[in-house]
Each structure stands twice: as structure tokens, then as C-alpha cells.
């Protein structure tokens, strides 16, 4: 599991960051709305993400797609992860 990713932020778009880390090699995370205004700011600078980890279903559940969700702090993982037990909230709508 990947629990934190280091690199440079490429871009910021409608909820979603791409990392570069190392050679050619580029993370696409989705991040919490509340985050995505500052890091527009940091595109192009060295930034750290504490991430999440999970498989999303797509049509009836035949087919997942993996998916990271990044976070400033591991306080913030720790609430979503929380929020996220609440009945009918799931991952993309806590985001």
C-alpha cells in the first residue's frame, strides 16, 4: 500500500494533483476540495502527500480501477478515514 508520496506538483485540475516523482514518472491523486485553492499555488514545487489507498468500483462492481487520495497531514487522513464510516458517505463524496 502506498501510504505517502513525495515530488514536484505538476498540475492541479478539478480535484485532481499529479506528482512527478523520479524520472517519467507521474501519480495522478485525488485531493480534498478544501486543499486543491493552496495547491494551485504550489504547482512546480516539492510537495508531500499522506495517502489513502483504494479500489473503485466501476458499472456493477466487475471492474475496479485503484485510486489514491492524498493529504496534507495525517490528521486529515485519519478524519476522512472516519467520515467514510458514516452510512452513505462514501470516498468521492467526503472529497
Known sequence: MISRIE?????????V???????????EL???ACDAGELLTQ?????SFFTLHYLESQGQGSHFVPRLIGFSSREQRAFFELLTTVKGIGNRKAL
Not at 9 to 15: A, F, M, P, S, Y
Not at 43 to 47: A, D, H, L, S
Open 7 to 15: 515530488g514536484v506538483l505538476e498540475d492541479v485540475v478539478e480535484g
Open 17 to 27: 494533483a499529479e506528482v512527478r516523482v523520479g524520472e517519467g514518472l507521474v501519480h
Open 43 to 47: 504547482q512546480g514545487r516539492r510537495v
Open 30 to 32: 485525488l485531493v480534498p
